[in-house]
């Protein structure tokens, strides 16, 4: 069994930036991840960190709400 290939990115809300890995098909950008995506966009080994600086959560996975998606580039 063959794992989805991630892909590390940055993601800039409002308020946080999180860094983590998205499962990106090779070939796929991730513009053509963000337009499929549903409501949430799953991001495995997650961290959160506050404008500050200051790293306020690390977890194998989180749900970032699309709707507060200010920007996402690969890293």
């Not at 940055?10 to 549903?38: C, H, Q, W």
């Not at 966009?41 to 960190?49: G, H, L, N, P």
Request: hydrophobic share 40%.
């Amino acid at each position: 069994m063959s794992e989805t290939p991630r892909t590390k990115v940055t993601i800039l809300t409002s308020s946080y930036r999180v860094k983590g890995s998205i499962e990106l098909l090779p070939g796929a950008r991730v513009t053509d991840f963000m337009n499929e995506a549903k409501g949430f966009i799953a991001v495995t080994d997650a961290e959160v960190w506050e404008s500050n600086e200051r790293r306020v959560l690390t977890t194998p996975f989180l749900n970032v709400s699309k709707e507060h998606v200010v920007i996402v580039t690969p890293d």
